[in-house]
């Protein structure tokens, strides 16, 4: 059975005692004919990262790498500046507000949180790291980043097919990496029984989500 995912994201809450933001949307929005669902004030926030579908065996290194990355944050002052509706606020689709304030160090957070923690995968058996993220601009929080140019991996069911994406089950690579070693020392029917239909059966558990990255499930 495959592990629980749960759609994840990072955000900040926004207080209730600074502003009514359902008010403020709700002038946006010219009443007659338009149907909207409100989320409670409560559950309003301000979303800094999305990560995707996550294990729940993930969320505790979660947490775990979001305060390494936010301890040494400083405090940001927003506040909100205008509303606004598209494509037009008869038939509002999106509705957005505007904020101003310490939009440089918001930026800074959201930098922060991009680049961490900036995770990678190899094994002795490989040689070489075969998974990582490939540059600033190419990191997924959490995930063990998309397999190197001219690597072959994919997760594999315990029939050794390949599944769908998203779904939890065996990493496997297809031999011809850089660096792959070629047996064990004095035993080569172990290394013959880590082969299953050409792949390679690394022995982790991990998943693969929809823009390929990586994610590694304990």
């Known amino acids: 059975m495959s592990e629980r995912l749960i759609r994840t994201f990072i955000s900040v809450s926004v207080p209730k005692e600074i502003v009514n933001i359902q008010s403020m949307l709700k002038s946006t929005v010219e009443p ?21 579908n996550i294990t729940q065996g993930s969320i505790d290194n979660l947490n775990e790498a979001l305060f390494n990355a936010v301890k040494s944050a400083k405090v940001i002052n927003l506040s909100i500046s205008g509303t606004g509706a598209f494509p037009v606020k008869g038939r509002p689709n999106v509705l957005w507000l505007g904020i101003k304030g310490d939009i440089d160090e918001l930026k800074e957070s959201q930098r922060i949180l991009g680049k961490v923690p900036c995770h990678s995968w190899s094994q002795p058996e490989t040689g070489v790291v075969l998974i990582a993220h490939h540059g600033k601009n190419d990191i997924n929080l959490g995930s063990l ?5 001219g690597v072959k991996i994919d997760i594999v069911d315990d029939q050794y097919n390949v599944v769908l994406p998203g779904s939890v089950g065996n990493l496997a690579i297809w031999p011809g990496w850089p660096a792959m070693f070629q047996t064990y020392w004095n035993d080569s029917n172990l290394y ?16 693969i989500d929809d823009n390929g990255y990586v994610w590694l499930v304990r």
């Open 32 to 52: 007659k004919g338009v149907k909207v669902r409100w989320v409670m004030n409560g559950k309003m926030h301000l979303t800094l990262k999305f990560l995707g």
């Open 145 to 149: 980043g998309r397999p190197l140019h």
């Open 192 to 207: 013959k029984s880590r082969f299953r239909k050409g792949w390679y059966i690394s022995g982790e558990k991990a998943y």
